[in-house]
């Protein structure tokens, strides 16, 4: 359970942060890259993160790859599965239905709505009551609220 609310949270915000900081450098859009970057950018966050698990527990010893690396690795999903809005929403973009900056519009909502509930989720996991499970809910809700803050700002 630990590691599908954190892989929610944590694959919502990066996949935040990586459309927020999409740029054309000038050029014209072009979402289905961006789509691809999303989730190349996500899968080896998610390897990266499993594997980090691996060496922390042990998992990989006198440099020979053990099970439980490949376990570790695999139960990063969440991670990459929070990213799919993002990279859905862009390539919605791709296929017409929206402008790139649609598409990004889209996906900080649809991230920033599924920050609530990954609080909201965790909280009730916990054993907390609905009024605190909001309150964590909404406090998740700010990391989103940032990532469009400073999107706003920088562009």
Same mark, same amino acid.
């Given at each position: 359970? /630990?590691?599908?609310?954190?892989?929610?949270?944590?694959?919502?915000?990066? &996949?935040? &942060? =990586? +459309?927020?900081? =999409?740029?054309?450098?000038?050029?014209?859009? $072009?979402?289905?890259?961006?789509?691809?970057?999303?989730?190349?950018?996500?899968? +080896?966050?998610? &390897?990266?993160?499993?594997?980090?698990?691996?060496?922390?527990?042990?998992?990989?010893?006198?440099?020979?790859?053990?099970?439980?690396?490949?376990?570790? #690795?695999?139960?990063?999903?969440?991670?990459? +599965?929070?990213?799919?809005?993002?990279?859905?929403?862009? =390539?919605?973009?791709?296929?017409?239905?929206?402008?790139? $900056?649609?598409?990004? $519009? #889209?996906?900080? #909502?649809?991230?920033?709505?599924?920050?609530?509930?990954?609080? =909201?989720? +965790?909280?009730?996991?916990?054993? /907390?009551?609905?009024?605190?499970?909001?309150?964590?809910?909404?406090? $998740?809700? %700010? %990391?989103? %609220?940032?990532?469009?803050?400073?999107?706003? %700002?920088?562009?």
């Amino acid at each position: 359970m /630990q590691r599908l609310l954190f892989g929610g949270v944590y694959g919502s915000v990066l &996949a935040s &942060a =990586l +459309a927020a900081a =999409l740029g054309n450098e000038g050029g014209p859009p $072009d979402p289905g890259y961006d789509a691809l970057w999303v989730f190349v950018a996500a899968l +080896a966050a998610t &390897a990266a993160h499993g594997y980090a698990h691996a060496i922390a527990h042990r998992e990989i010893v006198r440099g020979k790859v053990r099970p439980g690396t490949v376990w570790s #690795v695999l139960t990063e999903w969440p991670l990459l +599965a929070a990213a799919m809005p993002t990279v859905a929403a862009l =390539l919605g973009a791709y296929a017409g239905w929206w402008s790139e $900056d649609g598409a990004l $519009d #889209v996906a900080l #909502v649809v991230n920033t709505v599924a920050l609530f509930g990954w609080g =909201l989720w +965790a909280a009730r996991v916990a054993g /907390q009551r609905w009024a605190a499970a909001c309150r964590v809910g909404c406090a $998740d809700v %700010l %990391l989103g %609220l940032f990532i469009i803050g400073a999107n706003v %700002l920088s562009k």
